[in-house]
């Protein structure tokens, strides 16, 4: 399939051929879940914890004699019945990862990038080389009307891009490497360099 290039101040560079196979697929909602779900979960601290009767802080002594009382027999105040007592199967820090074939985690990003071209959210651009001051490169965001973009360069970021665009919101700047599906699904917008169509087009074969 063949797409329209522009350059940063919205005039045209020419065409480019876009691998049918990265962006013309059927878009799966099951596998794109899937992927999303394995990124989120991957990404989780799992840092939760509670004390248990073994850590909260409190006096050993029986808290009253075992017979005798008309209640029920308890040695210890810690408890989990008792209120400020040790939690019970309470949450611990883990690992929320789990395993999802290779496969399916490039076919996910076939699928988000191929939704994208469906849907007409999908450009391509010569270069982002030319911005290095935020001010002029907010102009010309809002003139090309990204409000919610995300923009995949080629292996590595232009650094002066990079630094011009950290501070605008709503625009997110990725490598190759760091293309994802869960960014590129939660950008209304995505821009690809001619250098990130080539790369990707290497990634993903």
């Known amino acids: 399939m063949k797409l329209d ?10 065409e480019v051929e876009l691998d049918e196979a990265l962006f013309g697929l059927e878009p799966r909602a099951d596998i794109l879940h899937r ?10 601290a799992g840092t939760h914890k509670v004390k248990t009767r073994s850590e909260v802080s409190y006096s050993t002594k029986k808290i009253y004699r075992q017979k005798g009382t008309g209640g029920a027999r308890h040695g210890s105040r810690k408890a989990p019945i008792f209120r400020k007592g040790g939690i019970y199967k309470g949450p611990t820090p883990r690992s929320h990862a789990h395993e999802l074939p290779k496969k399916v985690r490039a076919l996910g990003l076939k699928m988000a990038l191929s939704d994208k071209a469906r849907n ?13 001051k935020t001010k002029a490169l ?3 965001v809002s003139k090309l009307g990204w409000k919610r973009a995300l923009i995949i360069d080629g292996a590595e970021v232009n650094e002066n891009f990079a630094k011009a665009a950290r501070n605008i919101e709503g625009l997110d700047v990725l490598p190759t490497i760091g293309a994802n599906v869960y960014d590129i699904l939660k950008r209304d917008t995505l ?4 250098a990130g169509v080539e790369a990707l087009e290497a990634r993903l074969k």
């Open 191 to 194: 821009v690809i360099t001619k």
């Open 120 to 132: 007409g959210a999908l450009i391509v651009i010569d270069s982002i080389d030319g911005a290095s």
């Open 35 to 44: 992927v999303v779900r394995w990124q989120r979960n991957k990404a989780q």
């Open 138 to 140: 907010a102009a010309q």
């Open 5 to 14: 290039v522009i350059n940063l101040d919205g005039g045209s560079a020419g």
